[in-house]
């Protein structure tokens, strides 16, 4: 059903309409500012992100047409990877891409000799959590915190 694959230049356009959404559906969560200071929007910097080999972006395709994607900072010295953004549009979520897209993740990281994979989700974001769970990821470390302006 869904070709998940390295992404290249012509998903670009498609890719920066999915974090788009990716990020709106995250406005109204705790802890997007400090989410933002690990993993800053890419916006216009998708091309030079396919092209820097210390990160891997993935998609998930059905057709022609990109319904999720996966990005992946590779830390090579610390044999340790961190999924920095993973999203699936509406219309492929309940049918195992975003599953498809961390297992290709994994095996890809586990290749280049990473030993630890993790990822990021914000307090309150179930459906993040979730999927990270489904591929037995679960939670290391718990920020909090509190405005002292």
């Not at 929007?41 to 030079?48: K, L, N, Q, T, V």
């Not at 994979?117 to 179930?126: F, S, Y």
Request: glycine letters at 8%; one cysteine or more; hydrophobic letters at 45%.
């Amino acid at each position: 059903m869904f070709i998940i694959r390295e992404a290249s230049i012509t998903d670009v356009a498609s890719v920066n309409i999915l974090e788009d959404s990716a990020f709106e559906s995250l406005s109204n969560f705790r802890g997007l500012a400090q989410f933002l200071e690990t993993s800053p929007r890419i916006g216009d910097g998708w091309s030079e992100i396919i092209e820097d080999s210390k990160f891997k972006l993935f998609v998930g395709v059905f057709g022609e047409t990109v319904h999720g994607y996966l990005l992946v900072e590779v830390f090579a010295g610390l044999q340790k990877a961190l999924i920095k953004q993973v999203f699936v549009d509406l219309t492929a979520r309940q049918l195992g891409l975003g599953a498809l897209l961390i297992e290709r993740c994994e095996q890809v990281v586990r290749d280049t000799g990473c030993t630890v994979l993790e990822g990021l989700a914000l307090p309150g974001d179930r459906d993040m959590k979730n999927l990270f769970e489904r591929a037995s990821m679960s939670a290391q470390l718990l920020i909090v915190g509190k405005n002292l302006a």
